[in-house]
C-alpha cells in the first residue's frame, strides 16, 4: 500500500487533498536530476534567471482566484483577506530588483600588476521546507533569491498547505524555468531527514516549530551542509504612555489575531503603560467581540477555524491553565466555537509570566496583556523569552525606540507597526527563534558563497 500524506481541511474535518509519498530512491534521483541542472541554470545571464523567475511569480498571480479559496479549505483563513499574492510578488520584486546588487562582485582592486575581487556563487541544490501559516510568501522569500542566484531549488511543502508547492512548480514551469531546477517534492520527515543526512543538498532552509529546526540541525550534522532557521516566537507589543492608542490598539489586535493568531510574527503577549492600561483593555475586548468567527468561504467571516484541531487545543489548554492561575479572560465563548479547529479569540489580563501563555508559543487567537510602570520593566519583560523574532514599540519619539530597540533581544524592532516583513530588511532572528536571515541583500549572501580571485597579471 503506497503511504499518502492527506491535507485534512479545517472546515468540515474531511480530506481535501492527498498525495503519495515519494519514495527515498525516488527523492534522490530527483535531488540529483536538480543538482545536475543547476550548472546550466547558474551560466544563464542573470537577467535572463530574473525574468523567468517573475514570469513564475506572474503565473501564480493569475491562478488567485483558484488559490484564496484553495487555501481557505486547507488552512481556515478567510476569503476575504484576497489569499497571499501581495506580498509574494512584493518579496519576489524587490529580490529581482536588488538582484545585481545583492550578486556583485567586491572589487578589491585593480592596478598594472593585480585584479583581485570576490564573486558571489550559487551554492548549487538548495531544499526549502515551507510552512502552512503563510504558504506562498514564506516559500518565495527563498526560492526566487535562491533560483535569482543561480541555483537549483527543490520545495518541500507542509502537509497542511499540500498543494501550494504543487501550484508554484507548475506556475514557474509554464514561465519556462527548467522542471529539473525547481522540483516540488512529497517527502515524509524520515525521508526529508535521510536526504538531508546524505548531503543530497548544499543549503537547507527551513521555517516551523524549534522540534522541526533540532530535526533539521540533527539530520545536517557532520555534513557541514548549511542550514538556515526561522522557528518560533513570542512576539511583543510595547505600548509607552505617549503612544497613539488607537492606533497601537488597530495594529496590535489584528497582529494578534490576524490568520487566526498563526502568524510567524503575530503579536502575542503586550505590555501598556500603567496610564494607558485601561482603555487599552477595553478598547481591545470591544474590537474581538466584533470578529465574526465561522466558515472562512463565506464572505461575513473575519476569522476562520485554526489549520488543525490539535493547534486549537493547544492555544484552548494554555488559556484553561492561565485561567486557572487568575487569569481574567475578557470574551465569551462565540456560539460559532465548536470546541475543535472553530475557537473564540481571547484577551487576557492578569497574567504573569508564570503562565505558559506568556511563555510558550501560543500560535493562536489569543494574546495576554500586562501593565507595566516604565521602560525598564517592559524591556525585562520583553527578553523575558526563549524567542527573538520581532518587537513592536509604540511612541512617538523615535530616538526613544531606537535606544530601546537597542536593549531588546529580537531580529527586528518595529515603531509603530507590526507584523510585516519588508523585503528591504533582513528577515531574522535570535535565541530559539533560528538563525540565519532571508530576503534583502544579505538573503543572497546566505544564498550564495563567496569566491575569491587572486589574478597576478605579470611573472616578472
Avoid at 93 to 110: D, N
Avoid at 122 to 137: D, E, I
Avoid at 216 to 241: C, N, R, W
Wanted: hydrophobic residues 45%; glycine residues 10%.
Amino acid at each position: 500500500m503506497t503511504n499518502t500524506l492527506k491535507c485534512v481541511s479545517p472546515i468540515d474535518g474531511e480530506v481535501f487533498a492527498e498525495r503519495p509519498v515519494q519514495t527515498l530512491d525516488a527523492a534522490r534521483d530527483a535531488a540529483a536530476r536538480g543538482r545536475a541542472a543547476q550548472a546550466a541554470w547558474a551560466a544563464r545571464p542573470l537577467a535572463e534567471r530574473t525574468r523567468l523567475v517573475m514570469a513564475g511569480v506572474a503565473r501564480v498571480g493569475e491562478m488567485n482566484d483558484e488559490i484564496v479559496p484553495e487555501l481557505a479549505r486547507m488552512m481556515g483563513r478567510p476569503v476575504r483577506y484576497g489569499g497571499e499574492f501581495g506580498g509574494f510578488n512584493e518579496r519576489a520584486s524587490h529580490m529581482a530588483e536588488i538582484a545585481e546588487q545583492g550578486l556583485a562582485p567586491i572589487e578589491v582592486g585593480e592596478d598594472a600588476t593585480f585584479k583581485r575581487y570576490i564573486k558571489r556563487v550559487p551554492l548549487g541544490l538548495v531544499l526549502v521546507v515551507a510552512p502552512w501559516n503563510y504558504p506562498y510568501m514564506t516559500a518565495i522569500n527563498t526560492v526566487a533569491p535562491a533560483l535569482i542566484a543561480g541555483n537549483a531549488v527543490m520545495l518541500k511543502h507542509a502537509t497542511q498547505t499540500l498543494l501550494v508547492g504543487e501550484r508554484m512548480a507548475r506556475a514557474f514551469h509554464e514561465a519556462g524555468v527548467p522542471e529539473e531546477v525547481f522540483q516540488n517534492i512529497f517527502v515524509d520527515h524520515d525521508t526529508t531527514s535521510a536526504l538531508i543526512a546524505g548531503k543530497a543538498f548544499d543549503f537547507v532552509n527551513f521555517t516551523g516549530s524549534v522540534g522541526g529546526g533540532k530535526a533539521m540541525e540533527q539530520a545536517a550534522a557532520g555534513t557541514f551542509t548549511g542550514v538556515g532557521l526561522e522557528l518560533g516566537g513570542k512576539d511583543p507589543g510595547y505600548v509607552m504612555e505617549d503612544a497613539d492608542l488607537d492606533a497601537a490598539l488597530d495594529t496590535l489586535i489584528d497582529g494578534a489575531m490576524f490568520n487566526s493568531g498563526q502568524c510567524c510574527c503575530g503579536i502575542e503577549r503586550i505590555y501598556v503603560h500603567e496610564s494607558l492600561f485601561d482603555a487599552f483593555v477595553e478598547k481591545a475586548v470591544a474590537i474581538v467581540k466584533g470578529y465574526k468567527l465561522g466558515n472562512p468561504l463565506e464572505a461575513e467571516t473575519t476569522i476562520g477555524p485554526m489549520a488543525h484541531v490539535r493547534f486549537a487545543k493547544e492555544v484552548r489548554a494554555q488559556i484553561a491553565e492561565a485561567v486557572e492561575m487568575g487569569a481574567t479572560a475578557h470574551i465569551d465563548t462565540f456560539p460559532e466555537d465548536d470546541g475543535a479547529a472553530y475557537l473564540t479569540p481571547q484577551i487576557l489580563t492578569g497574567v504573569t509570566h508564570d503562565m505558559r501563555v506568556m511563555r510558550d508559543e501560543s500560535f493562536g487567537p489569543v494574546v495576554g496583556i500586562m501593565s507595566v510602570k516604565d521602560d525598564e520593566e517592559a524591556i525585562a519583560l520583553m527578553n523575558d523569552s526563549h524567542f527573538g523574532l520581532t518587537a513592536s514599540l509604540w511612541t512617538a519619539d523615535v530616538d526613544r525606540a531606537m535606544a530601546i530597540g537597542d536593549r531588546i533581544e529580537t531580529g527586528t524592532v518595529f515603531m509603530n507597526r507590526a507584523d510585516y516583513l519588508d523585503p528591504g530588511l533582513c528577515w531574522t532572528g535570535c535565541k530559539q527563534t533560528g538563525r540565519g536571515g532571508g530576503l534583502s541583500v544579505i538573503g543572497y549572501h546566505n544564498l550564495t558563497r563567496p569566491k575569491s580571485y587572486h589574478l597576478k597579471k605579470v611573472t616578472q
